[in-house]
């Protein structure tokens, strides 16, 4: 597949109030690229952009990589009405395009839901459900996907294999996740960046491929920084009383500080 | 077990034996003349002598019921989709709806009576005009309370704005319709019994205002009931076949 990076470069406001920017994000070819941040500072803006949902959002920049994407949300957006399968179908439907029921039953073959085609969205588990959801991603068959954290309304081993089956099926696609989850990010992104008050900031991955193993010691320390870095986690030897202070920025070596890179909102 | 269940039954019938005593006791305690207010014994008399007369007459102000309900939430329905695919068509047509409603209906009564005749044909638009507005109201309320994650969802996959309504606005709006075509269910009878005031020979409206004008009360009475019971068993009726669809539908 031959899947475009995506970039954006610029500024957002929504009813004349700064989201974000100005600021620089690069998400390379065929790679997940992690979008990290609290609730509240942007990142599902950046995302509704690239989606070509950006109604209401001023954005003042270049944005390269939109149009031909999928989107997968936390909400797995499954239509109550319809089937397993119709639902993955629904992007034909809604095209006016010949539904191909083969294809989509072969996809639902690979989310290991083929014997569930006929049912309704209601009998199955979330876990089985936002997997549905994944099958009518893939159906899609766009060179980008963008993912809204779709894992988060998950228990946690049925997070972990939802992980690991999207990166799967998602081989050869440029990926863009936002997350507000340091483990998330830290097993499944080949490029990490933050985004918080301050600013976007580029941060180094852990080595190894893709979905990275939940315990490892590398990808384990990869989450402390990172929720170090959110400003989660007082930093050691600082701020022992009073509130605690914001993480230095500093404490990444920074491998590319992100070309021309003003942080802060005014 | 068995215990309460019959406590459920009598729970159920006190209501009912309520009020027939207070009807009763209406009676004896203002003695009142049987052509003032008879008991409830007098109209079941009245009730079982003149059943005969009074279904031929419940038989015709059902079918105008009927009719006017289908047609009415048939109309109601397509016009709801319409306004709800079109901004322009809601801009021209949803200021004349709301005047419309301005209208008092049984003012309507006579000029329909003249346009469509003397027969069901009045009844069954009066119907029609009451409950199309509520059908409307319910279904377009709906339409336009889609979850805005379905259509943002459509539009990333690159879906037109008629095929998101047909799709997905439509079938998402369905119980909108179906609470809408309940409540019609209940108003109906209002209009076929306002239009049967008004002009005709046959109905259970033109059987009570038959019956006043010759202080037969009790059979005034018993024909009441016997639209009161019509009106309760076409709302609930509506009302179970309408969830039976709802629930096939998934939705």
Known sequence: MNAPALALHGTAHIAGRLVFGPLSLNAPAGCWTCLLGPSGVGKSTILRLFAGLGDGIAFDGALSGAGQVALMAQDDLLLPWLSVLDNVTLGARLRGQAVDGGAALQVLERVGLADRAGDRPGDLSGGQRQRVALARTLTEDRPVVLLDEPFSALDARTRAQMQDLTVELLTGRTVLLVTHDPAEAARLGHVLFILTEDGLQEVPPPDGPIPRPVGDAAVLAAQARLLTHLGAVPVAGAGTRGAAPRAPRDIFPKKEPGAGLPRGRR | ?251
Request: charge should be positive; aromatic fraction near 8%.
């Open chain 2, 1 to 251: 077990m068995t215990r309460a269940v019959w406590m459920r039954g009598l729970l159920g019938v006190a209501p009912v034996v309520l009020a027939l005593s207070l009807w009763q006791a209406a009676v004896w305690l203002g003695d009142l003349p049987r052509f003032i207010l008879p008991g409830p014994a007098a109209v079941a008399q009245t009730l079982w002598h003149s059943r005969a007369l009074i279904a031929e007459h419940a038989l015709v102000t059902l079918t105008e019921v009927l009719a006017g309900l289908m047609l009415g939430a048939a109309l109601g329905g397509v016009s709801a989709i319409g306004l709800a695919a079109s901004a322009l068509a809601r801009r021209l047509v949803q200021p004349i709806l709301v005047f419309t409603q301005a209208v008092p209906v049984f003012a309507l009564a006579p000029i329909l009576t003249l346009w469509f005749g003397y027969g069901m044909g009045s009844k069954i638009a009066m119907a029609l005009i009451i409950i199309y507005f509520p059908v409307t109201a319910s279904f377009l309320d709906a339409l336009t309370r889609t979850h805005p994650g379905w259509l943002e969802l459509a539009r990333v996959m690159g879906a037109s704005p008629l095929r998101v309504l047909w799709h997905i606005r439509v079938p998402a709006a369905l119980p909108g319709f179906a609470s809408g075509v309940k409540l019609a269910a209940v108003y109906a009878p209002i209009g076929a019994i306002i239009g049967e005031w008004v002009g005709a020979s046959r109905g259970l409206g033109y059987l009570m205002l038959l019956a006043n004008g010759r202080a037969k009360t009790d059979l005034m009475f018993a024909a009441l009931i016997v639209l009161a019971l019509l009106t309760l068993a076409l709302h609930w009726a509506v009302g179970a076949g309408l969830r039976r669809m709802l629930q096939r539908y998934g939705a």
